[in-house]
């Protein structure tokens, strides 16, 4: 297909409340489609701090000022649109497919509607069946949405005898203040190394944290407004992080973990993932025991087999290059 004068549309939750996985996956499958076609995102009022990483990356952007509001592109250079957003009425999302032409959808529930032509469903491990004659469903790891850099081909084996640096992330906006969590758990065990933190500047517990720094027993350091985590997770020993995108991003880097399950979309792919032995799950609720925190820490801590085998499972699962595999069967069909 020529680049030139056709447009593929990206709708993307951009909002600083849903943390950015939305945006990050949907910019890691526009990067490979941008080889054959533009790619233009419409952006949330309140997403506007993604627009210089667009324009970076080579993508045009708008925002809407309200969620009905038409975007300005010229509707007749449109032949597709991605759309991955929670909660968008099927009215709506039709209205965007007639508007584009060919849909993908990016569905982690299993209830994508069934006049999509691509469904792409990465943290959908069950065999689903396309509920009309020319859709084509993306299901499972293989289809794991991930920059480019978390291809294998450059990575290494686990070889950390010793767990020198933690990282912890749970979103740009971590409403559940999961931080806090991870970090009372750790300081009930004898690590004395380094935690990093990748958080968002505009999160809502970020001041209390850097105010309870110094009553820790390990040092602290906090990393603002990051686009990405590549860097941080390389240089990680063991992850504490949500079970979104990122839980994919360590397993594809190989990096032990503890997953906090914060929403109703990442269940099924914390499951999942603790089931082959990936990562070990925690839903964050009421009846949840701290030192059931603390027990799965010292595990870690103190047996670099358990680590050392976590790590292989989760690199035989996710090779990073899920994206180019759905750019292309979208580029193929169009």
């Known amino acids: 297909m020529a680049k030139k004068n056709k447009i593929w ?24 489609l941008k080889n054959y076609i533009d790619v233009h995102f419409i952006l949330d009022n309140d997403g506007k701090s993604w627009l210089p990483i ?23 250079k449109c032949v597709g649109v991605l759309i991955d957003y929670y909660g968008m009425p099927n009215e709506e999302i039709f209205e965007w497919k007639n508007r584009c032409g060919k849909l993908a959808i990016i569905d982690d529930f299993g209830d994508a509607p069934s006049f999509s032509d ?5 943290s959908y491990v069950q065999e689903r069946k396309a509920n009309n004659i020319n859709q084509i469903i993306m299901t499972g790891p293989k ?12 990575l290494q084996n686990y070889n950390s005898s010793n767990i020198k640096t933690i990282l912890m992330s749970f979103g740009l ?3 559940k203040n999961c931080t806090k969590v991870a970090l009372d758990a750790l300081e009930k065990t ?15 517990n970020l001041n209390h944290i850097k105010k ?33 995108v990122s839980l994919l991003e360590r397993m594809a880097l190989g990096k032990p973990s503890i997953t906090f399950v914060v929403s109703d979309n990442q269940k099924k792919q914390a499951e999942w993932a603790q089931s ?39 690199k035989s699962v996710i090779d990073g290059k899920g994206a180019l595999r759905a750019s292309e069967v979208i580029i193929k069909n169009i």
Not at 55 to 76: C, Y
Not at 284 to 300: A, G, M, R, T, W
Request: glycine residues 8%; contains cysteine; hydrophobic residues 40%.
């Open 212 to 244: 309870k720094i110094a009553k820790y027993n390990f040092n602290i350091e906090i990393f603002e407004d990051l686009y990405g985590l590549f860097d941080l997770y390389s240089k990680a020993d063991l992850v504490i992080g949500a079970g979104g």
């Open 143 to 154: 289809y794991a949405l991930l920059s480019n850099k978390y291809s294998q081909n450059t």
């Open 54 to 76: 667009l324009e970076k990356k080579g993508f045009t952007a708008e925002v809407l000022k309200f969620h009905s509001d038409k975007p300005l592109i010229e509707q007749t």
């Open 190 to 204: 004898d690590f004395k190394g380094k935690v990093q933190i990748a958080i968002g500047s505009k999160a809502p």
């Open 118 to 122: 691509f469904v792409i469903s990465p």
């Open 173 to 175: 906006y971590d409403s």
């Open 9 to 32: 549309i990206v709708r993307a939750c951009s909002s600083p409340q849903a943390g950015g996985g939305h945006m990050m996956r949907s910019i890691s499958l526009a990067f490979f």
């Open 276 to 314: 082959l032995g990936a990562t070990i799950s925690f839903y964050l609720n009421k009846d949840l025991e701290q030192n059931k925190i603390v027990e799965s820490l010292n595990s870690l801590l103190s047996s670099v087999i358990i680590r050392t085998k976590m790590s292989k499972i989760s």
